[in-house]
């Protein structure tokens, strides 16, 4: 079991910048791969980033590449979202998630842990 704990949402002006955080505990390993996703009202949820246990592998969605950073501190079990740029459209509860190994990192529903949620609003 892993239990996934993320903090660091909250409101924001468009164009400004925020950083998600994502604790883990539990059984991790040096396959585990993190993963962030979100989910706007009336939308399905869908991939945001996600990072392999070494951190030389990312990857991101097309709609946030170039503005979102994904990095991790395996000393401290924490994954982190670095969003930089943000746009109304960002707007969503954003959820950390945790598989093991890369193979369908993209795909929520590979992954077998989640968090609870964290809302991030992005106002215009």
């Known amino acids: 079991q892993v239990q996934l704990v993320e903090s660091g949402g909250g409101l924001v002006q468009a164009g400004g910048s925020l950083r998600l955080s994502c604790g883990a505990s539990?059984?991790?390993?040096?396959?585990?791969?993190m993963g962030w996703f979100r989910q706007a009202p009336g939308k399905e949820r869908e991939f945001v980033a996600a990072?392999?246990?070494?951190?030389?592998?990312?990857y991101y969605a097309d709609t946030v590449k170039g503005r979102f950073t994904i990095f991790r501190d395996n000393a401290k079990n924490t994954v982190y979202l670095q969003m930089s740029s943000l746009k109304a459209e960002d707007t969503a509860v954003y959820y950390c998630?945790?598989?093991?190994?890369?193979?369908?990192?993209?795909?929520?529903?590979?992954?077998?842990?989640w968090g609870q949620g964290t809302q991030v609003t992005v106002s215009s």
């Open positions: 998630a945790a598989k093991a190994g890369l193979a369908g990192a993209k795909n929520a529903q590979e992954y077998d842990y």
């Open positions: 539990g059984r991790t390993t040096s396959s585990t791969v």
């Open positions: 990072i392999s246990w070494s951190g030389y592998t990312t």
